[in-house]
């Protein structure tokens, strides 16, 4: 076989095996590349598509997030809108109590300038009426007090009255005399007179028991301010308290004539009193 071929040809061919190993190997070495390109871009698609899930699995929960905002969004509106009316009406109402606070203030204002005046009002007659007084008259006699809204005069029983009776002395009549000349410069005023008895029991032909006694005392009293000295009876009241509401104990003869007295009150008349408690009618 040798001898069919020639040295020019084998040579040749062998040229060209050894070109053809070599291209062979090249085309290894590029089949390898190939493969390992082919793998490298099985495994980006493979990523991509792992990587394209995972995004939208992201976008899924950032669309859902979304939603939720805007759910908390419109929520909050609704709130802050809820929040605006609550708070006008909130302002309504705090100007509503301010106002009422300010008319109560007046009134408040105007009750604290009533007692001014009355206090100054009873301080005055208080001073009149210890000055008229004064003259002829035992201290133990005649008090006179100012007791918040009102004046009193503590009379002795044994100045006004004879014992055991509702007849008025003649030194009580000069007595109610002066008073009588305080009270008709107050028309503004009413005068209650009470009377005051001690435990000590009394019947009589003309008194039932110690009620009946401070009732006609002081009816007494009421009546000699009316005839005698002329005073408005529309200003008088008359009351009898018999021995309660005692000023000292009657276990002792002082005391007994202690509690043994009339008291004559000069006070606002109850109507006008009323209507300063009433801020209806109070001045604008």
Not at 140 to 147: F, L, N, S
Not at 167 to 196: F, H, N, W
Request: charged share 25%; proline share 2%.
């Amino acid at each position: 076989m040798t001898s069919c071929v020639s040295k020019k040809q084998y040579a040749l061919l062998q040229k060209e095996l050894e070109t053809a190993n070599s291209d062979l190997g090249k085309c290894g070495v590029s089949l390898n590349d190939y493969m390992a390109r082919l793998t490298f871009c099985e495994q980006e698609l493979r990523l991509s598509q792992t990587t394209g899930q995972a995004r939208q699995e992201q976008l899924a929960d950032l669309r859902s997030q979304l939603a939720d905002c805007k759910a908390l969004r419109d929520k909050q509106l609704s709130q802050v809108g809820d929040l605006t009316v609550l708070s006008q009406s909130a302002n309504a109402n705090i100007n509503e109590t301010l106002r009422q606070l300010e008319g109560k203030d007046k009134y408040i204002r105007l009750l604290q300038a009533a007692k001014t005046k009355a206090d100054s009002i009873n301080l005055a007659l208080s001073v009149n009426l210890k000055t008229v007084l004064k003259d002829g008259i035992e201290d133990q006699d005649v008090e006179v007090k100012v007791d918040k809204t009102v004046v009193f005069i503590n009379l002795s029983d044994k100045m006004l009255f004879e014992s055991g009776s509702a007849k008025i002395t003649s030194k009580a009549d000069a007595v109610l005399g002066k008073i009588a000349q305080i009270i008709a410069s107050r028309p503004d005023m009413e005068v209650m007179v009470e009377g005051y008895t001690d435990n000590v029991p009394i019947k009589t032909a003309c008194f039932d028991d110690n009620w009946d006694l401070s009732v006609k005392r002081s009816t007494s009293v009421v009546r000699a301010l009316q005839t005698t000295h002329k005073v408005d009876p529309n200003l008088l009241i008359a009351a009898g308290r018999g021995e309660y509401n005692a000023l000292a104990s009657n276990s002792t003869a002082e005391g007994r004539s202690t509690n043994r007295r009339t008291r004559i009150i000069i006070m606002p008349k109850l109507d006008q009193f009323y209507d300063l408690l009433n801020p209806n009618l109070a001045p604008k």
